[in-house]
T-cell receptor, first 115, second 115 residues
Framework: AQKVTQAQTEISVVEKEDVTLDCVYE???????LFWYKQPPSGELVFLIR??????QNEISGRYSWNFQKSTSSFNFTITASQVVDSAVYFC????????????FGKGITLSVRP | NAGVTQTPKFQVLKTGQSMTLQCAQD?????MYWYRQDPGMGLRLIYY???????DKGEVPNGYNVSRLNKREFSLRLESAAPSQTSVYFC??????????????FGEGSWLTVV
């Protein structure tokens, strides 16, 4: 069975601080996909990144960066120099490969960035 | 969210009433999903369909039925609505086959209140 754990439930930072959102996953598959989604107060789910299990390169996109470590089954997300607009709920998700796979989400982390 | 259309967006039901949430995608994705989102619980999988003609239970299937009418459409039915089914419902679609797994596309959500 697959599982995604986002142990942090709520994080509050002051604008311009860096913040890391943790994600730990469990799967028996050797091929799988990991995702991060953002849900702003307006409610829609916004795609941020997809990472394949066979690609352990870290990725940076502007102020966002992701650290994928298979050895610790973690896929952490860092926001550098946070902004008020980063305030949202952030979800990590896992999908095993294969035609009958399902998507499993963590419970989400509520990030509040104060001015 | 491009490609996934979910209706209705808002609905108020009385306890015991039935209703169907409709979802359609035009991206030729094989997999479709229904999630419910409740405060502090994240996104929980109700049912999913890996391909046309197949459906499987997720984490919280009780009180729901689904139908994968064709490749495009995946509906969620509440036969006898209960207040515990008050939630926000999200439909999603995803192409799971192949190493280059696509991103997950979500509908805009359906806010359902059962009184």
């Amino acid at each position: 069975a697959q599982k995604v754990t986002q142990a942090q439930t709520e994080i509050s930072v002051v604008e311009k601080e860096d913040v890391t959102l943790d994600c730990v996953y469990e799967t028996r598959d050797t091929t799988y996909y990991l995702f991060w989604y953002k849900q702003p107060p307006s409610g829609e789910l916004v795609f941020l990144i997809r990472r394949n299990s066979f690609d352990e390169q870290n990725e940076i996109s502007g102020r966002y960066s992701w650290n994928f470590q298979k050895s610790t089954s973690s896929f952490n997300f860092t926001i550098t120099a946070s902004q008020v607009v980063d305030s949202a709920v952030y979800f990590c998700a896992l999908s095993e490969a294969g035609a009958n796979s399902k998507l499993t989400f963590g419970k989400g982390i509520t990030l509040s960035v104060r001015p | 969210n491009a490609g996934v259309t979910q209706t209705p967006k808002f609905q108020v039901l009385k306890t015991g009433q039935s209703m169907t949430l409709q979802c359609a995608q035009d991206m030729n994705h094989n997999s479709m999903y229904w999630y419910r989102q409740d405060p502090g619980m994240g996104l929980r999988l109700i049912y999913y369909s890996a391909s046309e003609g197949t459906t499987d239970k997720g984490e919280v299937p009780n009180g729901y039925n689904v139908s994968r009418l064709n490749k495009r459409e995946f509906s969620l039915r509440l036969e006898s609505a209960a207040p515990s089914q008050t939630s926000v419902y999200f439909c999603a679609s995803y192409r799971t086959v192949g190493r280059s797994g696509n991103t997950i596309y979500f509908g805009e959500g359906s806010w359902l209140t059962v009184v």
